[in-house]
């Protein structure tokens, strides 16, 4: 007999019959789990019928499932007989604020879609109720697409906090920073001061962390480079800025500073271990080398590079240099979805057609650059990204049973060229779960619904 509790950690099934012993140590939740992808190290061994145990937010053993049943005990288990667990998906670059924007010009390239499309539109709408409806609305998607954890950069970030707070997502909180006018702010301090004051407000928080973060080279003068480098430094936070992501942006650099954006970044002192550059489409050899020499890390964006016709980044020669590589989605106005499976297939596919060389990104490596790699991009290694003990309780249950993507030979190639986010049944962060089968623990459908029709009256979208 089956029931069903709602507990610390959601909505899990119970088995009276199983993790009963008079020995057994009481534990807050259980997963039982066909197989788990623990991504503790490089290449770390698929462990089948394996046990993942919970006490508050900490993942305290993972151990096979039949020891789990005599060692420990709890009225939270979660059988999964069908399924992978992995880590929680780290997306490592988006722009959760803009998901309200999906659509509203496609087919354009980067600098025509911002100068006559995203920011007329955000001149007209931008506003802190807009950033948090749109911000909800990311973090359903991303959950339900098996994302724990997101890096943003946008305006108004206690407005994000806000829906990352309700949806129970952990968020690495970009503190935006422009030179020119918005309705946020109207200049670089005053871009600063506002993020500044937005950090104090979550600093003790256990699921939002910040950086700064300069939109780009092209928006951001060397004397607001300069200060963000002493700020970052003082208050221990990271840098997160877009970087070479289109020819023309280099030439724009080349043309008023006499110099490619990276190296007048080296010069400025932005580089450093704790630089989370995305995109890096356009390197030249020497630039990687820099790359290297200075720890700094790639949020790969593939799907939005695409899109948008910017190119197609050197990863193979990347990793190759040991520069740590994450995956990111960009946001849903140039992607247009919010979805890490789609980036794990896509990056692991297409640098094998550009090297011509099957083995380059395999499936493991795709699933590190989506969990373990992202984590050590956003300082956040040592909490998240790997199944380990001591680590937070952000997992993922990937059904690998259903009858278009079976039968199932490897289920870690199997995430990356079969899955997709359809197939994620539940979602936990720090221990709870957050997402289940279509339900979340605390967004409502019909909220989400009222965002999408209350905002899309408002838009006008880019006509051909």
Known sequence: MRGFFIGKIGVMTINPLSNKSTNAQVVDAIIEARWIAPVERKQAPLLEYYSIIIQADVIVDVLPTDDAKTRYTSDNVMCLPEHVVIPGLINTHVH??????????????????????????????????????????????????????????????????????????????????????????????????????????????????????PHAPYTVSDKTFKKIVTYAEQLGLG??????????????????????????????????????????????????????????????????????????????????????????????????????????????????????????????????????????????????????????ADLVAVKLSDAAISPCYDPVSHLVYTCGREHVTHTWVAGVLQYNNGVYANIEPIELKEIIQKWQLKHKPFKH
């Open 96 to 213: 959760a604020g803009m998901s309200l924007m999906r659509g509203i010009a496609d087919d354009v390239t980067l600098m025509p879609w911002l100068e006559q499309h995203i920011w007329p539109a955000e001149a007209a709408l931008l506003a802190a109720d807009y950033v948090q409806d749109a911000s909800l609305l990311s973090c359903a998607e991303m959950l339900s697409g098996g994302v724990t954890c997101f890096n943003e950069m946008y305006f108004y970030p206690q407005a994000t906090a806000a829906a990352v707070n309700q949806a129970g997502i952990r968020a690495q909180l970009g503190l935006t920073v422009l030179e020119f006018a918005t309705h946020y702010a109207c200049d670089a301090d005053d871009y600063l001061q506002k993020g500044f004051d937005a950090h104090d407000s979550w600093r003790h928080h256990t699921r939002i962390s910040s950086s700064i973060a």
């Open 239 to 392: 840098i997160h800025t877009h970087l070479h992501e289109t020819r023309d942006e280099i030439k724009q650099s080349e043309l008023q500073y006499g110099m490619r954006p990276l190296q007048r970044l080296q010069k400025l002192g932005v580089l450093n271990p704790n630089l989370v550059a995305a995109h890096g489409v356009h390197l030249l050899p020497y630039e990687i080398e820099v790359l290297a020499e200075y720890g700094c890390h790639i949020a790969h964006c593939p799907s939005s590079n695409l899109k948008l016709g910017s190119g197609i980044a050197p990863i193979a020669s990347l990793l190759n240099r040991s520069v740590n590589v994450s995956l990111g989605t960009d946001g849903a106005a140039s992607n247009n979805r919010l979805d890490m499976f789609a980036e794990m297939r896509l990056a692991a596919l297409l640098h094998k057609g550009v090297g011509e060389d099957a083995t380059i990104i395999c499936a493991q490596q795709a699933l590190e650059m989506a969990t373990i790699n992202a984590a050590k991009a956003l300082g956040l290694e040592d909490k998240v990204g790997s199944i380990s003990l001591g680590k937070q």
